[in-house]
């Protein structure tokens, strides 16, 4: 059996202490803020602080796709070294770079024969994305083979579900997921949607809570209706800057003592689509 190696894209949003104690390779994806184009690197140069003031003083913030040909050389790297490569990335109906890729390894494998990539489409995104990527890691450290943890994951993208609430419609707006009127109408009213990865891999709104705090309260309502595991589950909550993360961390806390609960920073995708103040959170359930 030859040796593979788990890579990903930073769109996983994957915090940086799984990337170092795995060592693990990530696709740096572009953004542009205000005309420049930066790489998103998990917060390694790209300050996620700096990010979400700027963002917050009228940023223009817009994603884009690599070239095929960037991809290719990414994924090169490591079938020159005789590894497989298995790619575990986000929904191609949020970006080209999924059908990007897939024209990458096929160019890749008709040119070297020996080259093995296989490419996940999680149909997902950030933390949704990030807890399949987990526990792919975990099972190749425990010595499970590439077809088993390929296996594993596609079994399971539609048991990882993800949440996010909006504190400013207008960004939505920007997006095209909500009309002009909506938008003007909902800040009045404080309106806060909740969006979701649905099955099919887009952001979706689901749901409009009143307030902060009842779309609070209704994440860990949606929590209870759908978890695996509500007793003893794991729960990753992202935000943008501090603050409701841990109010929400304490409210789960209060109801499941058990649960183990992570805290990360959003990064410019999820910033990017839904502005600052967005708050996630991630977990495995019965579905979507």
């Not at 059908?99 to 040119?111: G, I, V, W």
């Not at 999680?122 to 450290?141: F, P, V, Y």
């Not at 996010?164 to 939505?172: E, M, P, Q, R, S």
Request: overall charge negative; glycine content about 8%.
């Amino acid at each position: 059996m030859r040796d593979y190696i788990i890579v990903t894209d930073s769109d996983s949003e994957l915090d940086l202490r799984y990337v170092q104690k795995y060592n693990l390779p990530v696709f740096a994806m572009p953004f542009t803020m205000d005309g420049v184009e930066y790489l998103y690197d998990l917060g390694v140069n790209v300050k996620i602080p700096d990010f979400f003031r700027r963002l917050g003083e009228g940023a223009e913030v817009s994603t884009s796709a690599r070239p095929y040909w960037e991809i290719k050389e990414f994924f090169k790297q490591y079938t020159d070294q005789g590894l497989d490569v298995l790619y575990i990335a986000f929904s191609n109906k949020l970006s080209a770079h999924y059908e990007n890729s897939l024209m990458a390894a096929k160019e890749l494998m008709e040119e070297d024969p020996s080259a093995n990539i296989v490419i996940i489409d999680t149909l997902t995104i950030s933390l949704g994305q990030s807890q399949l990527l987990i526990r792919a890691l975990e099972m190749k450290e425990e010595g499970k083979s590439m077809d088993e943890v390929a296996a594993w994951v596609r079994d399971n993208i539609q048991h990882s579900v993800v949440f996010f609430v909006v504190d400013d419609l207008n960004y939505l707006k920007r997006g095209g997921r909500l009309s002009g009127a909506s938008a003007f109408f909902g800040s009045m009213l404080d309106i806060k949607p909740i969006i979701y990865a649905s099955p099919e891999g887009a952001l979706v709104p689901i749901e409009k809570c009143k307030g902060r705090r009842k779309a609070l309260r209704r994440f860990v309502e949606l929590y209870e209706e759908r978890a695996l595991d509500k007793e003893n589950g794991k729960l990753y909550i992202t935000e943008s800057n501090e603050g409701d993360a841990a109010v929400l961390r304490d409210m789960f806390l209060e109801k499941f003592p058990n649960m183990e609960i992570e805290i990360w920073t959003v990064g410019p995708v999820i910033g990017g689509h839904v502005g600052p103040g967005v708050l996630g959170l991630s977990f495995f359930g019965t579905k979507r």
